[in-house]
């Protein structure tokens, strides 16, 4: 049962665009939304998070949007490049919850 | 370095034998949980413990799958009897406290290949 969806098991953008990676969840008791990168023989390195009562959070190049009635959320990054390819992993948490529900993950390739 | 410790990095059993996983949480987290990823799968909750304590191990497989986090030492991940389907990544996470809004920092996993 595959409560959080990564549709796209991978992107591939140019050195300086946009990077739009997509989630949608299907349990409305997610309160709390995170976004993991991960290289390859690594372990998963958080990178941003978002509280169900926010609908974006800002860290530098990163940019985490959510849409609750959506139940979708989406994870920019702007300027890429060629560091941030990886495998990026969205996951979710219920509200009194610690079991993260992880997405199979979007690989991004950058290239220059 | 400061971050969460697996050992080892890569373990091969052959069928039957014992698989032991070893996680030392940051320093000044007291909460532990494993995670498996099998191939081109996301991350799966198995166990999460405190210091001697099993909190939830409802993803944990009812056989062969056991875990402890004594008042000393490291968590271990304990898989008897090894089959090839437990060949994955475990990886091992931890949190200085718990709940949905906390941050779970991850080791860089132990691979387990099973021959």
């Known amino acids: 049962d595959q409560q959080v969806k990564q549709n796209s098991p991978s992107l591939s953008v140019q050195e300086g665009r946009i990077s739009i990676l997509n989630c949608d969840y299907t349990?409305?008791?997610?309160?709390?939304f995170l976004w993991y990168k991960k290289y390859p023989a690594e372990g998963p390195t958080f990178l941003i998070s978002?509280?169900?009562?926010?609908d974006k959070n800002e860290d530098g190049r990163f940019t985490v949007f959510l849409n609750k009635s959506a139940k979708h959320l989406s994870l920019h990054i702007v300027p890429s490049q060629p560091g941030d390819s990886a495998v990026y992993f969205c996951?979710?948490?219920?509200?009194?919850?610690?079991?993260?529900?992880f997405g199979k993950g979007t690989s991004l390739l950058v290239t220059p | 370095n400061a971050g969460v410790m697996q050992n080892p990095r890569h373990l091969v059993r052959r069928r039957g034998q014992e698989a032991r996983l070893r996680c030392s949480p940051m320093?000044?987290?007291?909460?532990v949980y494993w995670y498996r990823q099998l191939p081109e799968e996301g991350l799966k909750f198995m166990v999460y413990?405190?210091?001697?304590?099993?909190?939830?191990e409802s993803g944990m497989p009812k056989e062969r799958f056991s875990a402890e986090f004594p008042k000393e030492g490291p968590s271990i991940l304990r898989i008897q009897q090894v089959v090839r389907g437990d060949s994955a990544a475990y990886f091992c996470a931890s949190s200085r406290q718990t709940g949905s809004n906390t941050e779970a920092f991850f080791g860089q996993g132990t691979r387990l290949t099973v021959v």
């Open positions: 413990l405190q210091k001697e304590n099993i909190i939830d």
């Open positions: 349990n409305s008791m997610f309160d709390y």
């Open positions: 320093k000044g987290h007291s909460h």
């Open positions: 978002i509280s169900s009562i926010k």
């Open positions: 996951a979710a948490n219920p509200n009194s919850g610690y079991a993260l529900n």
